[in-house]
């Protein structure tokens, strides 16, 4: 079992996240809420692979951003000064995700339980706009 949700919803929402995207250490995607239709902005890591993004789902498939980008199809990433338009979201398992990345990836913490990934093909990617 990932992450207990309750930990992602009171606790990175409303203290790591913040903090995380004003730090801008983070990448950053950026999908549409399945209901409220909203965009919202998730700081996160990816690794690149074969022209495609790989996640770690700390919390689980069920995760509202990975619920999001499931029902969408698409998601926007922010990376290294570039903006990736990213598509085709697939769940895939630790196995096969660990058998894609190179010995620069550390796993999460095997107490953790994690075993979902999410892949996403890049489709585009531009720089992104300067601020001001």
């Known amino acids: ?15 790591f996240n913040p903090k ?4 801008e250490k983070w990448e950053v995607i950026t999908h549409v809420g399945r209901s409220s239709g909203e965009t919202h902005r998730t700081p996160l890591g990816s690794w690149e692979v074969d022209g495609t993004r790989v996640f770690v789902i700390v919390y ?3 995760s509202d951003w990975v619920q999001n980008i499931l029902s969408s ?3 926007t990433l922010e ?3 570039q903006i990736e338009e990213l598509g085709s979201p697939r769940l895939i398992s630790g196995a096969t995700a660990l058998s894609m990345l190179d010995g620069g990836y550390k796993p ?3 107490f ?9 093909d890049i489709l585009s990617r531009q720089p992104a706009s300067a601020p001001g």
């Open 1 to 15: 079992m990932p992450m207990p949700r309750w930990w992602a919803e009171q606790i990175n929402k409303r203290f």
């Open 20 to 23: 995380a995207l004003v730090s």
């Open 60 to 62: 689980g498939s069920r």
């Open 73 to 75: 199809g698409r998601a």
């Open 79 to 81: 990376t290294g000064g």
């Open 108 to 110: 999460p913490p095997r």
């Open 112 to 120: 953790l339980k994690i075993d979902e990934y999410l892949q996403m």
